[in-house]
């Protein structure tokens, strides 16, 4: 039995080995923690409540996922007011009112070979049947997903955006994979979605939700790994100018900022700086370009006295 664990456990840590080399294949770089809720969100069927702050990679993670795993990504964008017409299905009105039209049309030839009231009810019933069929059904995100016979990646965005009553809609689909709709049926399709929400906290997420799922928060992260993720991004940078740059976003988010600057913001940064053959960074430089990282001018502001103190401490 213990060989068995053992055994087990080696093929465990191989699996999640394997995740991180494909992210990175994808141009993703993830630590051994988000690696390992992929793999268990695999295992276990339960869908990934992804939190942290804006700019971190959570809807990358969804979307690099999709990527090594040739799978379609289907996305939801969360919004307040978002009803289950928009997210779930809805009915072709357009197409229905036509089938009306034709129905209208046609109405004598139905119960020309009937006899009696019910035999023409009975026609025109099955016609009604017709009428509520999947033919005239208009999938959304979630019914997409779960009726993939190949399996999709689920992607709900920004989550905390959405109403309690939309959050409390989904508990039933994140339970089951399943679509129950009244004039169909139930519609599960053959492989289970990977499903990801992602959340920049501006609201807590209720616990019925988080019970259904596992939970991953992804930080801005250190010097290490975030010069890991710019040598992906941007492999055009020099060394040292890549160091530098990460050193000083690094300071940058230890100021009282109203936005931090985010990861994406850094690897935009990056980009720009090679867009003008930087070599070092230099105090008249940053200035030039901190609008790239900080998107209000208080932040600036904030932040201007004290950029040549950033960059010799990122130098040292």
Known sequence: MAKAKLSSTKNSK???????????????????????AIFLSQNLH??????????????????ATAGWM???????????????????YEWKYGKQLLYTQVLKDK????????SGLESSIESLHNFDDIFFSDKFLEPRPLLKAVSDDEGAVLLIDEIDKSDDEFEAFLLEILSDYQVSIPEIG??????????????????????????????LYIPFPDAKLEEQIIASRVPDIEKNLKTELVNFVQNLRDLDLKKL???????????????????????????ETLNVLLKFQSDIDSADSEIEAMIRKGNT
């Open 261 to 287: 600057p985010s990861v994406a913001e850094t690897i935009d940064w990056a980009k720009s700086l090679v867009l003008l053959n930087v070599k070092s960074l230099d105090a008249n430089l940053v200035r």
């Open 186 to 215: 139930t519609i599960e399709g053959k492989v289970k979605p990977i499903v990801f929400l992602t959340s920049n906290n501006t609201r807590e997420i209720g616990d019925a939700l988080k019970r259904r799922c596992l939970h």
């Open 14 to 36: 191989k699996s999640i080995e394997l995740i991180q080399s494909k992210f990175e294949s994808e141009g993703y770089i993830c630590n051994n923690q988000i690696a390992t």
């Open 46 to 63: 339960k869908p990934i409540l992804v939190e942290g702050p804006p700019g971190v990679g959570k809807t990358e993670l969804a979307k």
């Open 70 to 88: 040739s799978k379609s990504l289907i996305r939801l964008q969360c919004y307040e007011g978002l009803d289950e017409a928009k997210a779930l």
């Open 107 to 114: 109405l004598n030839d139905i119960i020309s070979d009937t």
